[in-house]
């Protein structure tokens, strides 16, 4: 069982930055695939990005490329995402994921853990 807590979420101009971090509790975090997602008003939980248990591998949404970077310390047991370069369509609330499994973390569905969210305003 797996416990997530977002953090760092708050109000911002437009070309400016933010991180958000994702504290988990429970034991082998490093076990454990995570990512980020984004839910803007009225719409879907959208993929932003995922760094794999194993290799180090990262990947993230086109939308983000380029100005969002997802880390992790395990010995922290947190994983964070920096963004730079907000624009006003990243306003939102982000959520942190957890998943055991082997599928691609690209999809809400693929994840077992959920975090409570932290809202992301970018003012123009």
């Known amino acids: 069982q797996v416990q997530l807590v977002e953090s760092g979420g708050g109000l911002v101009q437009a070309g400016g930055s933010l991180r958000l971090s994702c504290v988990a509790s429970?034991?082998?975090?490093?076990?454990?695939?995570v990512g980020w997602f984004h839910q803007a008003p009225g719409k879907e939980r959208e993929f932003v990005a995922v760094?794999?248990?194993?290799?180090?591998?990262?990947d993230y949404a086109d939308s983000v490329k380029g100005r969002f970077t997802i880390s992790r310390d395990n010995a922290k047991n947190t994983v964070y995402l920096q963004m730079n370069g907000l624009k006003v369509e990243d306003t939102g609330v982000y959520f942190c994921?957890?998943?055991?499994?082997?599928?691609?973390?690209?999809?809400?569905?693929?994840?077992?853990?959920w975090g409570q969210g932290t809202q992301v305003t970018v003012s123009s």
């Open positions: 760094y794999r248990r194993t290799g180090g591998y990262t």
């Open positions: 429970g034991q082998l975090f490093s076990f454990y695939t």
């Open positions: 994921g957890a998943m055991v499994g082997a599928s691609s973390g690209r999809y809400w569905s693929d994840y077992d853990y």
